[in-house]
């Protein structure tokens, strides 16, 4: 019975404890998010940027009868998927 007031109190903190940390936590998985989506179209920016690269060295090493294995590299390049 003496031991009630300070069972409460204790419980009461924990609660108000537990709350914030899953706000606190809520916001660092939110935060993490948005920096992995810009991390992403950053990639993706990149890699249409590689594909427009392969597809001019593609073009380029066609008409000029390049080394066979640098049109493989290009029409692979070229071929990458950006998801568009």
Do not use: C, H, W
Not at 6 to 14: R, V, Y
């Amino acid at each position: 019975m003496a031991n009630e007031p300070i069972i409460k109190a204790l419980q009461t903190f924990k609660e108000r404890n537990e709350s914030s940390e899953a706000v606190d936590n809520e916001q660092e998985l939110q935060s993490t998010v948005v920096q992995l989506s810009e991390r992403v179209q950053y990639l993706e920016t990149l890699l249409t940027e590689v594909s427009k690269i392969g597809g001019a060295l593609k073009s380029q090493t066609r008409t000029s009868g390049g080394d066979p294995n640098v049109i493989r590299l290009a029409e692979k390049l070229a071929a990458i998927d950006t998801m568009d």
